[in-house]
């Protein structure tokens, strides 16, 4: 809503999005899918899960579809990057600050490899600061909910400007 709100492409009322839980229960998913007779566009994050799982998909489920996977690098054009980095480090770190109870300060050397889990996880283990399991789910729930509940005074333009080009992207492989 808010990139249509905002005059940006965004994702026809008919395309749902459904979240998996990780690339390993991709292909679980799509099968539920293929079974009632719909082939689900999958988004694969560009790390290394996601590859393998694009392969492993490519081989079984998607070998005559390559075109209903989107690997995130060719939307955001880096070569290592997850969902996290839609939404970027500005939108990401006030919230997981929050989260923790601590203060994570991303710096040069944090940025050098990866995207912004990447990034995140150096800056916690070079300020000492523990990642409780589950600390990517919950985050991504505390920034829907902070969405949802309209607690977002406004969505920076360089995040509506991945998320457009995103919800472009999967429109086109519909």
Same mark, same amino acid.
């Given at each position: 809503?808010?990139?249509?709100?905002?005059?940006?492409?965004?994702?026809?009322?008919?395309?749902?999005?459904?979240?998996?839980?990780?690339?390993?229960?991709?292909?679980?998913?799509?099968?539920?899918?293929?079974?009632?007779?719909?082939?689900?566009?999958?988004?694969?994050?560009?790390?290394?899960?996601? *590859?393998?799982?694009?392969?492993? %998909?490519?081989?079984?489920? !998607? @070998?005559?579809?390559?075109?209903?996977? &989107?690997? /995130? #690098?060719?939307?955001?054009?880096?070569?290592?990057?997850?969902?996290?980095?839609?939404?970027?480090?500005?939108?990401?770190?006030?919230?997981?600050?929050?989260?923790?109870?601590?203060?994570?300060?991303?710096?040069?050397?944090?940025?050098?490899?990866?995207?912004?889990?990447?990034?995140?996880?150096?800056?916690?283990?070079?300020?000492?600061?523990?990642?409780?399991?589950?600390? *990517?789910?919950?985050?991504?729930? %505390?920034?829907?909910?902070? !969405? @949802?509940?309209?607690?977002?005074?406004? &969505?920076? /333009? #360089?995040?509506?400007?991945?998320?457009?080009?995103?919800?472009?992207?999967?429109?086109?492989?519909?």
């Amino acid at each position: 809503p808010h990139c249509r709100a905002m005059g940006y492409p965004a994702l026809t009322d008919d395309i749902h999005i459904t979240p998996c839980g990780g690339a390993k229960l991709m292909g679980h998913l799509a099968s539920l899918f293929l079974g009632q007779k719909t082939r689900p566009v999958i988004l694969l994050d560009a790390d290394e899960a996601g *590859r393998i799982r694009k392969e492993a %998909l490519l081989k079984e489920l !998607y @070998a005559s579809h390559p075109n209903m996977l &989107v690997m /995130l #690098d060719t939307v955001l054009g880096a070569a290592e990057c997850e969902t996290e980095d839609l939404l970027g480090e500005g939108e990401l770190l006030p919230v997981l600050n929050s989260m923790l109870g601590a203060t994570l300060k991303i710096n040069a050397s944090d940025r050098a490899i990866g995207g912004i889990v990447d990034h995140i996880e150096a800056a916690a283990a070079r300020l000492g600061v523990a990642l409780p399991d589950g600390w *990517r789910a919950e985050l991504a729930r %505390l920034v829907a909910a902070k !969405y @949802a509940t309209g607690t977002a005074n406004k &969505v920076p /333009l #360089d995040v509506l400007d991945r998320a457009s080009k995103l919800f472009e992207e999967i429109t086109q492989r519909f």
